[in-house]
């Protein structure tokens, strides 16, 4: 009697899991629905910028190469200073990447190029367009870059000339007013060897640019954060670099390119097995000019920097496990925090003070 009492109750509890089950199968729509309306209502209720502890931030909307990598947007990297918000090159895919952090475009101050190779500026006229039509802007974009700065602008400028036309025409120059659209050039000129150029600077925030090594490819930069007591340096693409380990020391937080030697060699010897003799020469060539994990991890090591982020990373990491082969001996070389960026990675610094707070924001607006 109370076996089959056992069994009419089981029976029972998988007749009520069956229907609830295909009651919220076919409320699935509804119910998606409501997490859309959820999220989006989130996102527009509050200033993400503002909702964001006082402090000096660093994230990366975008920590791929040139490499073809489906987790990874081209080189960016966002900063949040008190309440100003700025990237650091415009990598493909990184303005959507920024919008998934709940960081809008619209919201950007200015923008920052380390150099004009295509992986570093692909974005730039999202960018443009995107801060533009996002925020009924007044005045173009501010953009800040070594010589040759203009020439580039003005490319991006004629490529959305024609969709320029058309959005003032269809929503109106309220919504898009025509004097906000496209860049505000700031070129600065800088020597291999020459002095550090300070692009800001006020009571709190200091913003500064140094040359680089990534011949031939001249002039190339990197950037130097300092807010409230609190200091990034972004790398840029160099070879290792006297300058970037100056510009770091005692820095709490260094991103960092990387490559490494070992996991490009295997595809370069893979290429020269199937004739591919034209990205073997590319695996050969791009060696020279950018810098190894342990090599990266030696420099921060030297200026005594608390954390060293990578981005720009080659090759692509599809898996987890092959974080470990790309750090190589990077581990051993650097006793502070060491970190593989990925797409969203998000370090905050909250200011006079040596905190260091570590999220991923591509979950925030989920």
């Not at 229907?19 to 076919?26: T, Y």
């Not at 007044?138 to 020439?151: H, R």
């Not at 580039?152 to 058309?166: H, I, K, Q, S």
């Not at 295997?266 to 590319?282: C, D, E, S």
Request: hydrophobic letters at 45%; charged letters at 20%; aromatic letters at 8%.
């Amino acid at each position: 009697m109370k076996r089959r009492s056992l069994a009419s109750v089981i029976a029972m509890g998988l007749i009520l899991a069956g229907a609830v089950g295909l009651g919220a199968w076919a409320l699935r729509g509804p119910l998606a629905l409501a997490l859309f309306a959820r999220a989006f209502d989130r996102a527009m209720a509050q200033d993400p910028v503002a909702a964001l502890p006082d402090g000096l931030h660093v994230g990366l909307c975008g920590s791929g190469s040139p490499l073809p990598d489906p987790t990874r947007a081209g080189p960016c990297a966002v900063v949040v200073a008190g309440r100003r918000l700025f990237v650091v090159d415009t990598g493909q895919g990184s303005a959507k990447v920024l919008a998934l952090m709940n960081l809008p475009p619209a919201s950007v101050d200015a923008v920052f190029l380390t150099h004009y190779h295509s992986d570093h500026i692909a974005d730039l006229g999202e960018f443009l367009l995107q801060r533009w039509a996002g925020g009924a802007h007044q005045a173009p974009l501010p953009v800040y870059g070594p010589t040759g700065l203009e020439s580039v602008l003005l490319g991006f400028e004629a490529a959305y000339g024609l969709d320029r036309g058309y959005r003032i025409a269809h929503h109106g120059p309220t919504v898009v007013p025509p004097k906000g659209f496209g860049a505000a050039p700031h070129p600065f000129s800088t020597e291999p060897r020459g002095p550090d150029v300070v692009l800001m600077e006020d009571a709190d925030l200091k913003v500064v640019a140094f040359p680089v090594d990534h011949r031939p490819v001249e002039p190339a930069v990197g950037y130097l954060f300092i807010y409230k007591g609190r200091r990034v340096v972004i790398s840029g693409d160099t070879a290792p670099s006297e300058r970037v380990e100056a510009e770091a020391k005692d820095a709490d937080v260094l991103v960092h390119e990387g490559l490494s030697p070992n996991l490009v060699g295997k595809m370069r010897t893979i290429a020269l097995r199937y004739g591919r003799t034209n990205l073997a020469a590319i695996f050969h060539d791009i060696l020279v000019y950018h810098t190894s994990p342990e090599a990266a991890a030696a420099i921060a090591e030297r200026a005594h920097v608390r954390m060293l982020l990578f981005t720009h990373i080659i090759p692509p990491l599809p898996l987890q496990a092959l974080n470990g082969p790309f750090l190589g001996r990077a581990p051993e070389i650097f006793r502070g925090r060491i970190q593989v960026g990925r797409d969203g990675d998000f370090v905050s610094l909250p200011p006079q003070s040596k905190a260091i707070s570590v999220s991923n924001r591509l979950t925030v607006f989920f």
